[in-house]
């Protein structure tokens, strides 16, 4: 089989190639400059995962200079639709040449990135995505685990719905309920993979004793939940969970409340990830919870700065007078890894020593120790994912009618510090 | 019992449509000119109201006093500047243009707003319920009906009682012999798209209101006023708000069979409304 290290080596570049494996000197000291591509959904729906790329950016540019590193980060927009970020992501590769990609901010950006840079032998770090979405929604029979092969290029940090399931059962747990949960499941990929009967949040949740009811999936941008509203009333369901977009989100909780149907706990992902969207509820949004992934409150330091978690948030904050959100922490973390590879890599430019080099990863980020050996994970992923702490959080609304996400559960990783414990809605 | 709920709250959404697809009922009545770029108008007028909102501290209500007569200016200008170049036999120029302008709004809101999920806030009124026997009614939902009939109501008088309504009615009919008369269909055309945005700017806070949006949200609810003007009848608009109700009830009775079929159910009515009769049930001239 053909690779791009057998090509590099016989093709017009050997004598490059050949010349920078000869010293023990990195290459990027021998004034090659590494190249690295970086796609995110800057505009379209998902622009708000995005909204720390400059800030980081800047940091990392700063930071590089600091370092004597010679790279070039090339940023592409993906629109927040996947055949652009696949566009874009060959534009980077074969028209500028990049050396290393990264890439971030749900299966609609990760996935289709990854795809393209598997196939194109370039090395590709990935996350903001859980990691059976990003691994087995990019198999070729995602329904025949048999037929799952690992990556050689692309590599994939954050958590799993095993995680979500814990962090969520967890929660319930330190309430007094009737353990009867509503499922609010729309027809995407992940309403379609959290709602999926098998291998689903169902399962899991069945597992610690909590019986879920799911009306079916509805389709996104919906203006009535009526019929989900009598269903999860006529069961009696006392917790509310989900993946659910914020619009959708705000029109349930309402009608909800309209009619009268008032859960103990509305625990659900997407929808309350970003303060700004939870602030649109008003008083309703008040203890409601979801999983978090980063906080100001995490125990963690970066590799690049050497600020902790709460640092990094109010520079953020300074910088562009906003709050902080979940995704900064890990938009800050890939230029950690970045960095760390590029510096470690004997030769950053050589595509197979990079896939090497990220695969012995060790390193302490801002998000936590970002190392591949596999640990919670299945073997089929264990050479290409490493999984990333999970957590607990209520959003506490304060007396100026602002937000503060604060973690109520640690079972999952009791290194991370809570600020309190769940409390009911009603 | 849940049935009669559940038709009941599918007539209450029915009215949401309805006050979508008025702005779009008027315009294509009129004009026969579909404006693909009607959502994003109608997102642009809920930043417009929410920005009176946040800046100057009013109520949702008198923003809109004050946003209605900026969209109607906004509307006059686009149709004078930009859409009267299209209209004319072809029916493909004002689809492109108005297609490219939903993409230039959504962009353009993006870069002045971010992708931030933004709503307009209604205080207590948003959860407030009646109950009518064992059914319970929201207060915003009944409101939003209420506001439907009204709006219809109002496009009707000016239809049919006024001036302008005649020369609305003779320019739809026939251009031509209407500018014989000394009507020029180019001013007529611009203050219908007006009065297409003030209705818009009305659907826009109803928008904001019940639920987020963000400046990629328009074209969702596009596909439905759509659909109310066509099950309607062209040109029809107390047809345009049965249209609504008939595709809110048909969504919410989709989705008490299963959610899955709450959207698909809604289409499903507007193909077999179209099979039956396919100029909708009330097109303009009788029949």
Known sequence: ????????????????AVSAGGLAMPALAQGTRVKIGYVSPQSGPLAG??????????????????????????VKDSQSNPNRAADVAQELIIDDGV??????????????????????????????????????????????????????????????????IAVFTNMWDQLDTNKKVAGLFPNDADGNAWGDPQNGVAPGFAADGYETVDPGRYQNLTDDFSAQINAFKQADCEIVTGVVIPPDFTTFRNQALQQGFSPKAITVAKAILFPQSVETLGESGHNLSSEVWWSKNHPFTSSLTGQGCEALAADFTK???????????????????????????????????????????????????????????????????????????????????????????????????????????? | MIWV???????????????????????????RVVNLAHGDLIVMAAYLILVLVTALNLS??????????????????????????????????????????SVVIQNALLEGFNADSRRIGA?????????????????????????????????QLIFYRTALGRAFRAT???????????????????????????????????????????????????????????IGGMGSLWGTLIGGIVIGVAQTVGAAIDPEWQILSGHLAFLVILLVRPRGLFPAGGR
């Open chain 2, 60 to 101: 949702p209500l008198i923003a809109l006093l004050l946003a209605a007569p900026l969209m109607f200016a906004v509307g006059w200008l686009l149709q004078q500047l930009v859409l009267n170049r299209t209209v004319g036999e072809d029916v493909l120029p004002p689809l492109l243009v108005t297609f490219g302008l």
């Open chain 1, 99 to 164: 050396h290393l990609m990264l890439v971030a901010s749900t299966p609609e950006t990760t996935n289709p990135v990854t795809t393209v840079c598997e196939n194109e032998f370039i090395p590709c770090i990935s996350t903001m995505a859980p990691w059976q979405p990003w691994f087995i929604g990019q198999q070729g029979n995602p329904g025949d685990p048999a037929s799952w092969r690992p990556f050689d290029y692309a590599f994939h940090y954050f958590w799993g719905l095993e995680d979500v």
């Open chain 1, 319 to 426: 910088a562009t007078g906003r709050p902080w959100t979940q995704p900064i922490g890990y938009i800050h973390s890939l230029f950690e890894m970045a960095a760390d590879v590029i510096q470690r890599a004997e030769d950053p430019t050589d595509p197979d020593l990079m896939a090497e080099t990220i695969a012995a990863t060790d390193l302490q980020t801002i998000v936590g120790r970002i190392v591949f050996n596999g640990e919670g994970l299945p073997p089929f992923a264990a050479t290409n994912v490493c999984k990333t702490p999970l957590v607990g959080g209520q959003w506490r609304r304060q007396d100026d009618g602002s937000f503060e996400l604060l973690v109520v559960d640690n079972k999952t990783a009791p290194d991370i510090p809570t600020q309190g414990s769940m409390e009911p809605l009603s």
């Open chain 2, 172 to 230: 739809s009919d026939d251009p031509d012999t209407a500018s014989l008369m000394g009507i020029r269909p180019g001013n007529i055309f611009a203050v219908a798209t007006g009065l297409g945005m003030v209705v818009a700017t009305i659907a826009a806070l109803y928008l904001g209101m019940r639920a987020n949006f963000d400046p990629t949200i328009g074209p969702a609810r596009l596909i439905y006023a759509f659909e109310a003007v066509i």
């Open chain 2, 5 to 31: 709920d559940t038709v009941v709250q599918g007539i209450l959404l029915g009215g949401l449509y309805a006050l979508f697809a008025a702005g779009l009922s008027l315009v294509f009545g009129i004009m």
């Open chain 1, 49 to 74: 995962f995005a909204e720390s790329d400059a800030f980081a950016l800047e940091m990392f540019k700063r930071v590089a200079a600091e370092k004597g590193m010679d790279v070039e980060v090339l």
């Open chain 1, 1 to 16: 089989m053909i690779n791009r290290r057998k090509l590099l080596k016989t093709g017009a570049a050997a004598g490059f």
């Open chain 2, 123 to 155: 205080g207590s009124l948003e959860i407030a319920s009646f109950s009518v026997g064992p059914i319970t009614i929201g207060v915003m939902p009944a409101l939003t009906f209420a506001t439907a009939i009204l709006v219809t109501l109002a496009l």
